[in-house]
């Protein structure tokens, strides 16, 4: 690489983060005035059942240390300045540090959301690519019904209607939790928590294919009737050789680029899916914090989720500039001989 | 047609390709249930022999395209074929052309978007012989084309116009095919390199190849060519040696006369109208609606004839005479060049 692309490439990581500096500050300002509007009790999700039994004196001075009465701005400003200094504050429900309980259920949670991406993205390029290849057949009817019928299915029914399947009528899953109930957390091991994460995981794979293999699929029609294909075809190349050669090199960069800006989705169904199969992670977690009014939990995990989504985004930005030489070395000046 | 007249004309001719009466038509969705044919390239005839040179020239968008890709058998699949194609005196069937293509025949195609965008443009060129032997022959190519080394580690888009003709002019002659079919090689060369490419193709006909070229560049196509068969809304109609385009009298049909009149240096006078549309193809001639010599006879079929050595769509009678006193004058000049030379020799 140039000096020139380097600094380019600079540049560019500024003005991004500076982008993500903005989108944080707007995702909570969001978050905090929804919940400020909300009919939310911290004292009752803190002392929960004990609130009632409690004298006004005490209900006083619980509400004084949450600062209840203090006006949303100040709040704000308080949990702000917290945030900067690496505090996010202290979980109502859990009692713990939120970065604690984050970091504890985003482990959970990676491990699901790796796997069905992983997996989502692998088989949506290689279903999207045969669908293509066999268009307007039968293989290409199959996976885009498939696609179509998956892409309209609510995740939580789909994670119901597996759970049936597998874990009440078959029994091969259990039928929740990431790890067996009663079991001592040094027991537990890699095999256990992959049977817990499974079904889950698969839920969140059939769903998640759809998106890359019915784009995949346009892709690679694209990419099949070009001229550069019609030439390759002049040339002798069979169809494999084309696919191999040309296919793959133009159908995986929009591919991977999609991967990446479909974490958001795979996030936002992993909060119905964790939910369904009581599998607790971010989702989860999101969920109870939600129904359960911890405000700084929540505020945590939206940061976090944002701040995974927009990683996300950037990397499929990023890879982009890396992976296409038309945008590696596009702003190198065409040299004429 | 049996095998054996066309073994025989190969053996007489020494033909590499010979097309005729080809028809390609393409069927065209129309409401719901209907299709409609739309005849693209109809009842066309040209042949290649060994050693030739011979230009298709038609003016833009007229389906000469259609034409390269007919032979390389990769038209579209609602595109139908019909009609005659005999390489090397073998009929040139969809399994014989797959075999052949990219081997015996190679195919020069008509602009950038035939390259693969991010395919390095050595790498594309080298596909077919990705060794040692392959690159050897890539860097001799290039070097004759004047593209400099590091060319062969740059993208198409990295490249101009003038240099994504070159490289794909290179991927045609690193393999030893006996039919070169180039689809509008020059545009975008400047006039050297077009002349170099116009001299790599007689350098490779003269090995007993053929190079089909299919162009709008007339004066190109008289300058390289051995014979021109001149394309009208889809189909020749006329195919004459390139020498006889130095007089108008010499050429046969009235849209060649009208092309020769539109060069710049014999007058540049176009005549009214343009091509028909496929889907509404006059009755008889093509040309009759522009034809300054429409008669009603022109409705009616119009065969192609032999006139002198070369053929024609037309039902026109010659002016033998004007072509005599072409010929006479071409001759006078000749001799007078010949006299001329001689006196210079004789002078010494």
Redesign the interface.
Same mark, same amino acid.
Request: hydrophobic share 30%; glycine share 10%; net charge neutral.
């Given at each position: 690489m140039t000096l020139a692309a380097v600094n380019r490439l600079i540049i560019y990581a500024a003005k991004k983060a500076v982008r993500m500096a903005a989108l944080l500050v707007m995702v909570s300002l969001i978050t905090f005035g929804l919940i400020s509007a909300s009919p939310i009790d911290p004292l009752q999700a803190n002392a929960g059942q004990a609130a009632g039994s409690m004298s006004q004196e005490q209900l006083d001075r619980l509400a004084e240390y949450w600062g209840v009465d203090e006006p949303p701005v100040k709040r704000y400003i308080n949990w702000a300045g917290d945030v900067l200094k690496g505090d996010m504050g202290t979980s109502l429900l859990y009692r713990r540090p939120v970065t604690e309980v984050i970091s504890q259920k985003l482990f959970n949670s990676l491990f699901l959301l790796v796997i069905s991406w992983l997996v989502s993205g692998v088989l949506g390029v290689f279903l999207g690519i045969l669908a293509a290849l066999y268009r307007g057949r039968l293989a290409d009817r199959l996976i885009r019904g498939y696609a179509l019928l998956t892409a309209s299915t609510p995740a939580f029914w789909l994670a119901l209607l597996l759970l049936l399947v597998f874990s009440v009528w078959l029994k091969l899953f259990p039928i929740g939790l990431s790890v067996p109930i009663g079991m001592e957390a040094a027991q537990v091991t890699a095999a256990d928590r992959l049977r817990h994460a499974f079904l889950p995981a698969l839920t969140l794979s059939i769903t998640g294919i759809s998106g890359t293999a019915l784009h995949t699929r346009e892709k690679m029609i694209d990419c099949l009737e070009? +001229?550069?294909v019609?030439? $390759? !075809? $002049? !040339? %002798?190349?069979s169809r494999w050789e084309i696919v191999r050669?040309?296919g793959l090199?133009?159908v995986l960069?929009p591919a991977i680029t999609l991967q990446f800006a479909s974490i958001s989705e795979i996030i936002g169904g992993s909060v119905v899916v964790e939910q369904v199969f009581s599998y607790p992670g971010l989702g989860q977690a999101a969920v109870t914090a939600g129904t359960g009014s911890d405000v700084p939990l929540l505020m945590g995990i939206t940061m976090i989720t944002a701040l995974v989504v927009f990683g996300g985004n950037f990397a499929a930005d990023i890879l982009y500039g890396i992976i +296409?030489?038309?945008m590696r070395? %596009?702003g190198?000046a065409?040299?004429?001989? | 047609m049996d095998k054996k007249p066309i073994a025989e004309s190969y053996r007489r001719n020494a033909a590499i390709l010979e097309i005729q009466d080809l028809s390609v038509t393409f069927r065209q969705r129309k409401g719901l249930f209907q299709s409609e044919d739309l005849p693209v390239i109809s009842r066309l005839n040209v042949t290649v022999n060994q050693g030739e040179i011979v230009a298709v020239v038609g003016a833009s968008g007229s389906g000469k395209s259609l034409l390269a890709?007919g032979i *390389?058998g990769?038209l579209p699949v609602n595109a139908r074929i019909s009609g005659e194609m005999n390489f090397l005196g073998e009929p040139l069937t969809t399994e014989r052309i #797959?075999?052949?293509?990219?081997?015996e025949i190679? /195919?020069v195609?008509q602009?950038v978007?035939? /390259?693969?965008?991010? *395919?390095k443009v050595g790498a594309q060129v080298r596909?077919?012989q990705p060794g040692k032997e392959g690159k050897r022959r890539q860097k001799e190519l290039f070097s004759a084309y004047?593209?400099?080394e590091k060319?062969e580690e740059r993208?198409p888009?990295? #490249?101009?116009g003038? *240099?994504n003709r070159r490289i794909l002019l290179s991927?045609a002659l690193m393999e030893r095919p006996k039919l070169i079919v180039a689809d509008e090689p020059t545009p975008g060369m400047d006039l050297g390199q077009a002349k170099r490419a116009m001299a790599d193709f007689r350098a490779f006909a003269s090995q007993g190849n053929g190079v089909f070229l299919i162009t709008h560049d007339l004066p190109l196509a008289i300058s390289a060519a051995d014979r021109i068969a001149v394309f009208y809304a889809g189909t020749t109609v006329e195919e004459a040696p390139s020498s006889d385009f130095a007089s108008e009298a010499l050429l046969r049909h009235p849209y060649t006369r009208a092309l020769w009149r539109a060069m710049p240096q014999n007058g540049f006078q176009a005549i009214p109208g343009t091509q028909p549309y496929v889907k509404d193809m006059p009755k008889g001639c093509v040309f009759g609606p522009r034809c300054p010599k429409f008669t009603k006879e022109c409705l009616g079929d119009i065969p192609m004839r032999a006139v002198r050595q070369g053929t024609v769509r037309c039902i026109l009678q010659h002016d033998e005479h004007k072509i005599r006193e072409a010929r006479e004058s071409k001759d006078a000049q000749k001799a007078q060049e010949e006299r001329e030379v001689q006196k210079y020799a004789g002078g010494r």
């Open positions: 070009s +001229d550069y019609l030439f $390759a !075809r $002049a !040339r %002798g190349e050669r040309h090199r133009n960069l +296409d030489p038309r070395r %596009g190198e065409v040299e004429e001989q | 890709h *390389m990769i #797959c075999k052949l293509r990219g081997k190679a /195919l195609p602009g978007t035939y /390259l693969d965008p991010l *395919m596909e077919q004047g593209l400099p060319t993208y888009f990295e #490249c101009s003038g *240099m991927t």
